[in-house]
Structure formats: C-alpha cells, structure tokens
C-alpha cells in the first residue's frame, strides 16, 4: 500500500498524549515536533486518524516543502504544484495559513498569495479558476511557513477535529473539546472507576471522559475533508467506522458532571444527549461545597474560575482555599485534578501536587495539578 508523510497537530502539552493515542492504533515510529507529530502512514490510517484521535486538531497530508524568501518565490513553487492532481476547477477551495518569523508577518496575505497562484494556474490551463469557499470547502489548504521554510498541506480533516458535532448552545468561553479529552487522558483514568467533574460548565470534560469509557471513537457524528477527495475510498471508510461502532463498549460505572449554575447543567445535558453519553452521566445542579458524594478511586478533574474577567484576586484565593478543603473533607480515596489559568490562586488550593502540568486553555497560560487524596497506603 502507499505511504506517504502524514503531521497531526495539537495543543501544547499535549504531544505525548497524542503519541500514545498514535501507538493504540499501531504506529509506533513518531516523530515529536511543537504542538505536532510527524510519522509515515497510508490512506487508511489518514482515516482512522481523523476518526479517532482525541487530541489531534488536524491531519495534514504535506504535498510540497520548498524555502522562500519572497512572496514571489511563494507564488512560484505553489503554481509548480499541479492542483488539478488535487481537485477540478468545478470545485472550491479555502487556505489556511500560519507564520512564524520575521520574513512572512502577515498569514492573510499568504493565503492570498497562495490562492492566486492556485487559480492562476486553472486558469491558464483550463481559462476557467475554482471559486473559494471558506465555509464549506471541497479542498482545504494548509499552508506553514517558519522563517523560510514554507509547507503546503492537504488539511484531510477540514473543520477542526475539536469540533465534535455535540454543542447545543455556545456559552462563554467554554473549554475546547481536544483539551478537554487530553486532561482525561493525562489523568490516566483507566474508565475502571467513577469520574467526576464538579465544575463542569457546559459539561466538555465530564463528556470526553464519557466518550473515552464507551470507547466511541470522537470523530463518529462528523464527516472530514478527505471525504471529497479525489482518490477517496468510501468502502475502506464504511469498514473503519462500522469497526468503531463494533469496538464501542459498556461502563459500568458513573460520570458525575455537577455545576451550580441551572444554565450550565441544562447546556451539558444537551451536549451529553446529542454526544449519545448522557445514559452513563449524572448530570445535577449542585454546589461542590454542599455536595454528599461518596467516591473511592475515582477521578475528579475540575477546571474553576480563573477570576481574569473581574479583578477579584481575594475571591479566587478563598475559592482555591474552599476546594482543598472540600477534597480534604469528603474526597479522601480519589485522585483529583485542577486546570487552572490563575497561577496564584492555585496555590492556594494547601495540598501537596504530585504532578504539575503547563498547559494552554486558548490563549491562557494554565497549571494542571495532580492532587492524591490517599490517606495512608493506596490501594
Ligand atoms: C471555568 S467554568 C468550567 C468550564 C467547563 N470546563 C467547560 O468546558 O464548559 C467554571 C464553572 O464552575 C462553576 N462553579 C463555580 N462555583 C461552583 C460551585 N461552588 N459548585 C459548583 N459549580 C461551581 C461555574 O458555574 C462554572 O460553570
């Protein structure tokens, strides 16, 4: 079967969980880049990439690397490309750019540059150029320039893979799906046990947690760029998702996803019954502080208030405070994990981490800490 070169990009922090998501479904020479991997595969594994992969953002398919120095040169080696290999001037297309350096500042007008090269050559062979449609595109187009080092991708997954399909309603700010599915993951919660996330918001962590137990593969409700591609497989395609509605498995524990907010725990009701995880979580309105749950062995991952909207730093501080407690009191036995963007108030929480994790949530610098609630000798 061909190979070819395929780069799946992430979140910072989160490469290493990607690896061992990458090695679960067989490939096992990886190379780590920033917030990338980069490894050898086929078309069936582009597929079941996209598919399955929890923390992945996009799965490129690198078709060209060449340096430039000038957007002219840019312009030149993308015409030197032979698009009509890719798609047909009926078709649309839409390019993604990023930059880093100081050669290429502006990502707007890479991809404007390289759309016109790509039309351009339509139209001096066939007098006719594909519309762009950065909506819903037929091709989509990656382009990555660091310093000089430019790289044209096919982007096979289209819509970023966070996006799942199961958002009812968009609150502020909520946590995007990828991060939410790499703090479980971190956690190394083996779904043997009940998981709980108090805090839970539009309830994006308790649902990843309860998709990672039933073992459906993330990608399940959604369709992917590659889908109009040109040397699309539809059959080995049908075979990979019939495979991963068959691998679906049963919990036989639960995914407590408490909020105090009536808003919140209406929104990740309709989040858990469009996911099709709502029949395994525990979805209540509940203050953490009040709450009587008896875990053991659980996990609990909780991503509270940073306080940056508002200047209320002595609030945040007494909040941190109230958590540790709270887990001291009533959560002895079980792991528990804080995401946090307010570096001080962490601090504050008066246990001890025995792991301490930087992470990005959007464009926040956070800390996730690991806190084991065993008294004694754990089992
Ligand atoms: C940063 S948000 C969580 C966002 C969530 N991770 C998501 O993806 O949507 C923090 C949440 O904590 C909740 N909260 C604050 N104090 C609480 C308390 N005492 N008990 C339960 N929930 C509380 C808020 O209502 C809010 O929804």
């Known amino acids: 079967m061909k190979t070819f070169e395929i780069v799946v990009k992430t979140l910072f922090g989160l490469e290493e969980v990607l690896i061992a998501e990458l090695k679960a479904l067989g490939i096992t020479e990886v190379e780590k880049l920033s917030r990338a991997v980069r490894f050898v595969g086929t078309q069936e594994l582009l597929y079941k990439c996209n598919l399955h992969l929890r923390t992945a953002l996009k799965v490129l398919k690198p078709i ?103 958002r009812a309603t968009q609150i502020l700010a909520p946590m995007s799906e990828n991060l939410a599915a790499g703090l479980v993951l971190l956690s190394k919660w083996d779904t043997q046990s009940d998981f709980y996330d108090p805090l839970c918001g539009s309830g994006t962590i308790a649902i990843e947690a309860a998709l990672i137990a039933k073992n459906m593969a993330p990608g399940i409700n959604r369709t992917f760029n590659f889908e109009k591609w040109v040397d699309f497989d539809k059959v080995t395609w049908n075979n990979i998702k019939k495979q991963a509605v068959e691998n679906q498995r049963k919990f036989e524990h639960t995914i407590y996803c408490h909020d105090i907010d009536a808003n919140a725990v209406e929104i990740s009701e309709k989040n858990a019954v469009l996911a099709q995880t709502d029949d395994i979580m525990d979805i209540e309105k509940q203050d953490f502080f009040d709450s009587q749950l008896q875990l053991s062995n659980a996990t609990i991952i909780m991503n509270p208030p940073y306080g940056e909207r508002l200047n209320k730093e002595e609030d945040m501080v007494a909040l941190y405070k109230k958590i540790g407690d709270k887990l001291k009191q009533s959560f002895n036995n079980n792991n528990a994990w804080i995401l946090s963007g307010n570096m001080e108030a962490i601090k504050f929480v008066g246990l001890k981490p025995s792991q301490k994790i930087n992470l990005f949530n959007g464009p926040i610098e956070c800390k996730y800490h690991k806190f084991e609630l065993y008294k004694g000798k754990k089992n």
């Open 64 to 166: 060209a690397s060449f340096i430039a120095n000038n957007e002219n040169v840019l312009y030149k080696e993308v015409q030197k490309i032979n698009w009509s290999d890719y798609f047909s001037f009926k078709q649309t297309f839409a390019i993604e750019a990023t930059t880093k350096g100081e050669i290429f500042t502006h990502s707007k007008y890479v991809a404007l540059k390289t759309k016109d090269a790509i039309a351009d050559q339509f139209r001096a062979q066939k007098g006719i150029r594909p519309s762009v449609d950065t909506e819903n595109p037929d091709l989509c187009i990656d382009v990555f320039i660091n310093r000089n080092e430019c790289i044209i991708s096919l982007n096979s997954s289209g819509v970023h893979l966070g996006k799942r399909g199961y």
